[in-house]
């Protein structure tokens, strides 16, 4: 991109006020933003006035926020694009997962078509960033990377993304460890894992193979932990010993992790300095079903948690809307962050760490140099934004409006 062009009138926060009881109120003010090349160049408020000549879009006083990052999601298994199929009942997981393999087998010549309806969506509701896990395994073999990466390349100008290669029948059956391989040497930039005791049912080995296959392709590492309880904590706590081992500070990252909400507060505690001190991450979708990992105490101890929307409307489950901003809405009424400054500080778990205002309400976003990512919205402030998830005006990716109008 080589034009320049000024986003006018759009909103941003300034500050915080504070009455004599300690309540707090975000203060907003009108700016004018010149992008050039995609990246923020100047700032300047709304009575500036832009020399004539200089080409304007009209923020028309929506509030800006930065964009989201949806750091899990499967865009290989949704049936968006496709007729209404709810999923068919499964008697427990192993049925599941027989059912889900026969039927990815059939729905390959669609993956294109169905990840780029589920990135349609994404876009609509505010990410400009995608973590999604693909499935390889003896079932699909290759096919679902070769359609999602087909798709994710067709939106390269849209969006960064990133592709983890996901054994989800397990790292350690027959042919498994040949395929991931493959698939990293195919597109697939992260290497995945699940439940090295509930699926591969050798903890050790399977955290061994994970970090083996990491290393040969100087590759970070996500994996799926739904194991519960001690055996979970003890999973998680073998995985930073791994990473520790390899110098993997700052690659290694663990989505779900439930098992970190079901243990004494102790044990809480000794894990997140563990996970601060190594740089790793964990990725939630805050369900409604399960213990969360206690997001809070990480924030406190400096992990990073990320949000993602996992896959939806797909054989797992008929439900999901792709909307980020809505789940930091459920995080806050399961965490009772009710707030103006709390539920305006929670946004950074949707953009994967950027907020407006910094906790002592100094600017911090946008900043010039930074990329022009704006998601905006019809709010008066990040803290309504979060309580009342309003719609998406507009989505800009690096300049460009890549969803909505305004």
């Given at each position: 991109m080589t034009t320049s062009y000024w986003l006018k009138n759009v909103r941003l926060e300034t500050g915080y006020d504070q009455d004599e009881n300690g309540v707090y109120e975000t203060k907003t003010e009108l700016f004018h933003l010149k992008i050039h090349d995609g990246k923020i160049v100047e700032k300047q408020k709304f009575s500036f006035p832009i020399p004539s000549g200089e080409k304007t879009v009209d923020g028309k006083?929506?509030?800006?926020?930065?964009?989201?990052?949806?750091?899990?999601?499967?865009?290989?298994?949704?049936?968006?694009?496709?007729?209404?199929?709810?999923?068919?009942?499964?008697?427990?997981?192993?049925?599941?997962?027989?059912?889900?393999?026969?039927?990815?087998?059939?729905?390959?010549?669609?993956?294109?078509?169905?990840?780029?309806?589920?990135?349609?969506?994404?876009?609509?509701?505010?990410?400009?960033?995608?973590?999604?896990?693909?499935?390889?395994?003896?079932?699909?073999?290759?096919?679902?990377?070769?359609?999602?990466?087909?798709?994710?390349?067709?939106?390269?100008?849209?969006?960064?993304?990133?592709?983890?290669?996901?054994?989800?029948?397990?790292?350690?059956?027959?042919?498994?460890?040949p395929l991931m391989k493959e698939a990293m040497r195919s597109g697939a930039q992260l290497i995945g894992g699940l439940d090295p005791a509930g699926i591969d049912h050798n903890i050790e080995k399977s955290l061994y193979e994970v970090m083996n296959l990491a290393v040969e392709f100087n590759a970070d590492v996500d994996i799926h932990l739904h194991d519960g309880g001690h055996v979970g904590f003890y999973t998680v706590d073998k995985l930073a010993e791994l990473a520790a081992d390899a110098k993997w500070h700052n690659r290694v990252a663990v989505s779900h992790a439930f098992c970190l909400g079901d243990v004494p507060l102790p044990q809480q505690e000794e894990i997140a300095d563990k996970l601060s001190a190594l740089g790793m991450s964990i990725m939630s979708t805050i369900p409604i079903n399960r213990t969360l990992p206690p997001i809070e105490l990480f924030e406190r101890k400096g992990v990073s948690v990320f949000l993602g929307c996992d896959g939806f409307y797909d054989s797992w489950g008929p439900y999901g809307t792709g909307d980020l901003l809505e789940k930091v809405t459920k995080y806050c009424e399961l965490y009772r962050k009710s707030d103006e400054r709390s539920l305006a500080q929670s946004l950074k778990i949707a953009t994967g760490g950027p907020t407006p205002l910094t906790k002592d309400g100094e600017m911090a976003w946008p900043l010039n140099g930074e990329d022009a990512n704006f998601v905006l919205l019809n709010a008066s402030c990040s803290a309504e934004a979060v309580a009342r998830t309003p719609k998406r005006e507009a989505v800009i990716f690096k300049g460009k409006v890549i969803s909505g109008q305004f």
């Amino acid at each position: 991109m080589t034009t320049s062009y000024w986003l006018k009138n759009v909103r941003l926060e300034t500050g915080y006020d504070q009455d004599e009881n300690g309540v707090y109120e975000t203060k907003t003010e009108l700016f004018h933003l010149k992008i050039h090349d995609g990246k923020i160049v100047e700032k300047q408020k709304f009575s500036f006035p832009i020399p004539s000549g200089e080409k304007t879009v009209d923020g028309k006083g929506y509030l800006a926020v930065p964009t989201f990052k949806e750091m899990h999601n499967h865009l290989d298994k949704t049936y968006l694009s496709l007729n209404w199929k709810a999923p068919i009942p499964a008697k427990n997981l192993e049925e599941r997962l027989h059912l889900e393999a026969m039927e990815l087998a059939e729905l390959a010549p669609t993956t294109k078509q169905r990840a780029s309806a589920m990135i349609d969506l994404l876009l609509s509701q505010g990410a400009s960033h995608i973590r999604t896990h693909v499935n390889i395994d003896p079932y699909i073999g290759l096919k679902n990377l070769e359609g999602v990466k087909a798709a994710l390349e067709d939106y390269s100008d849209k969006l960064t993304y990133e592709i983890v290669a996901f054994p989800q029948h397990g790292l350690l059956r027959e042919k498994v460890l040949p395929l991931m391989k493959e698939a990293m040497r195919s597109g697939a930039q992260l290497i995945g894992g699940l439940d090295p005791a509930g699926i591969d049912h050798n903890i050790e080995k399977s955290l061994y193979e994970v970090m083996n296959l990491a290393v040969e392709f100087n590759a970070d590492v996500d994996i799926h932990l739904h194991d519960g309880g001690h055996v979970g904590f003890y999973t998680v706590d073998k995985l930073a010993e791994l990473a520790a081992d390899a110098k993997w500070h700052n690659r290694v990252a663990v989505s779900h992790a439930f098992c970190l909400g079901d243990v004494p507060l102790p044990q809480q505690e000794e894990i997140a300095d563990k996970l601060s001190a190594l740089g790793m991450s964990i990725m939630s979708t805050i369900p409604i079903n399960r213990t969360l990992p206690p997001i809070e105490l990480f924030e406190r101890k400096g992990v990073s948690v990320f949000l993602g929307c996992d896959g939806f409307y797909d054989s797992w489950g008929p439900y999901g809307t792709g909307d980020l901003l809505e789940k930091v809405t459920k995080y806050c009424e399961l965490y009772r962050k009710s707030d103006e400054r709390s539920l305006a500080q929670s946004l950074k778990i949707a953009t994967g760490g950027p907020t407006p205002l910094t906790k002592d309400g100094e600017m911090a976003w946008p900043l010039n140099g930074e990329d022009a990512n704006f998601v905006l919205l019809n709010a008066s402030c990040s803290a309504e934004a979060v309580a009342r998830t309003p719609k998406r005006e507009a989505v800009i990716f690096k300049g460009k409006v890549i969803s909505g109008q305004f």
